[in-house]
């Protein structure tokens, strides 16, 4: 059995240099939504609370080289008196890529952050990740935090300080999110004030740093050919 798997071992390594391929390669960066395509704002919704009778109003809107999400946010609630609280807006992905092995969703256990250019004004948007549940109003969460309203900046938040979060309001028993299985990504305001809004993104996208794979750190390799140098590399 040992002489069987030792053989096999060979075979791999041997296919491995054939193609030239690194067995422990790791993916760079993976574009979500890139706004200076034209066609990718058709695969994003729009909604506010003027789905259910309230008075906001959203609309996304492509640009030279971004979109802007942008609207009226209304605190004054709908006449359906189920309702007990308003003034909310949104955008969202439709539908991720489609492969043989995602079926449809995006993987983001491959890299450590999340990663936005975008310019806002003086309010308070959340980024939203949506992942498979049983209680469909169950979201990931995280502030946008910027530092210079109608300035461009990029914003790199690691997916795992994303908050779980249910209606907005932060659940006190976190589940873990299901990195393999994002289903959508998305914009949303809740703050509370009534005016209009307006915030801009160019793109997103899920990146590595130099030592990050994942969720996993880098370890540095040490070789041989390495004794002699002061310098730790990594691969």
């Known amino acids: 059995m040992y002489k069987n798997l030792q053989k096999q071992v060979k075979v791999i390594g041997s296919s491995i240099d054939i193609l030239g391929a690194d067995p ?55 006449e359906n008196s189920k309702v007990k609280r308003s003034g909310y807006a949104m955008i969202q992905s439709k539908n991720g890529p489609v492969s043989l092995d995602n079926n449809g969703y995006w993987d983001s256990s491959l890299y450590r ?32 935090v910027t530092t210079t309203p109608n300035k461009w900046e990029t914003i790199v938040i690691p997916f795992n300080q994303f908050g779980l979060t249910s209606n907005g309001i932060i659940l006190a028993s976190q589940m873990q999110m299901y990195r393999q299985k994002i289903k959508s990504f998305g914009f949303s305001l809740t703050d509370g004030q009534e005016g209009p809004f307006s915030l801009s993104i160019a793109w997103m996208k899920m990146i590595n740093s130099d030592h990050t794979d994942g969720d996993c750190d880098r370890i540095p390799r040490f070789g041989s050919d390495l004794w002699k140098s002061l310098d730790v590399k990594y691969e």
């Open 24 to 78: 422990w390669a790791r993916s760079i960066e993976h574009m979500i939504a890139d706004f200076s395509q034209n066609n990718t704002i058709s695969n994003w919704k729009k909604g506010s609370d003027r789905d259910i009778g309230g008075f906001s109003h959203a609309k996304i809107e492509q640009k030279q080289d971004h979109v802007t999400f942008s609207g009226y946010l209304s605190q004054q609630l709908p």
């Open 113 to 144: 952050y999340l990663v936005i250019r975008a310019k806002t004004d003086r309010r308070r948007y959340y980024v939203n990740i949506k992942c498979p549940s049983v209680i469909r109003q169950d979201i990931y969460q995280h502030l946008v």
